[in-house]
């Protein structure tokens, strides 16, 4: 298609590292801009929003709303943030440029409109191009009622303390299992039937145990039992050498060390000379 091998690795790269912010509708991204949303949120509810429909930010401080509202950010601020607008506002293929900038600018409309039952519109602008058209419900107007920016971004613009992470603590499964076997055994127990079951449930773990005790047990002693036989068999083959004259003396006196001695026998070893 043209590209070449630096564009697809830096398309790689780009998506590898934004995908978070697009998945699941922007879930991680919306969790993340909830408090900065609430902030920019705060002076336009404050214009917008005259029956006081929706919480603001605490740090607003009853102020009249300003002109003009300026957040400075990085990169990796300006990317989610338009991730939680939506995947046709920016699809995460794309890295933010060096000095961009998003605008929402609000409007106040004169007169009736049918379009903007409100009475305020907005305009969405990034690095010079109006994408209000791509936020969902939004009509190919530059223009859109901002009611809709306000349903869309307030549902999940919130402080840290109040944020919903979507996923609830629950219980740890162990419990939950032990629980369950703690009802089962219950019911069990309270039929004549089921104490019967229990009871033979009991008695074969413990044949079952006991079985199995006794063949780890034989087991253990087969292996200890061929230990020592190999042991006298090694016995006899040295005392076999000895007899046929090989020059390994084999100490008489039984009071002090029987057999041969322990350098000797270590001696044997080493160089396989023991008989099988």
């Known amino acids: 298609s043209g590209q070449g091998n630096f564009e697809t690795v830096a398309d790689f790269a780009v998506e590898n590292f934004t995908f978070p912010y697009t998945y699941n509708s922007g879930a991680y991204a919306k969790l993340g801009m909830g408090p900065l949303w609430l902030e920019i949120m705060s002076n336009i509810l404050q214009i917008v929003d005259s029956n006081n429909n929706y919480p603001t930010s605490s740090s ?26 939506g995947e046709k506002v920016w699809s995460g293929k794309e890295w933010s440029p060096y000095a961009s900038m998003l605008q929402i600018e609000i409007h106040q409309v004169l007169g009736t409109d049918e379009r903007y039952p409100s009475g305020y519109a907005f305009r969405l602008i990034y690095n010079g191009k109006v994408l209000t058209s791509k936020i969902d419900d939004c009509s190919d107007s530059d223009l859109c009622d901002v009611q809709i920016l306000v349903t869309q971004v307030m549902s999940f613009a919130s402080e840290y303390k109040d944020a919903n992470c979507a996923t609830k603590v629950q219980q740890p499964a162990k419990e939950s299992n032990m629980d369950e076997v703690k009802d089962v055994t219950k019911n069990l127990l309270s039929t004549p039937v089921g104490t019967m079951m229990v009871l033979l449930l009991v008695i074969f773990s413990m044949a079952l145990g006991s079985v199995t005790t006794c063949f780890i047990l034989r087991r253990r002693l087969r292996k200890e039992y061929k230990y020592t036989d190999t042991l006298a068999l090694t016995e006899l083959s040295l005392s076999a050498l000895d007899d046929e004259g090989t020059g390994v003396r084999r100490d008489t006196d039984r009071s002090r060390t029987p057999g041969i001695g322990l350098h000797e026998k270590s001696h044997l070893l080493a160089h396989g000379c023991v008989g099988t």
């Open 60 to 85: 607003s401080g009853g102020m009249p709303p300003p002109k003009l509202a300026l957040f400075s950010g990085h990169d990796t601020t300006l990317m989610p943030i338009l991730a939680t607008l």
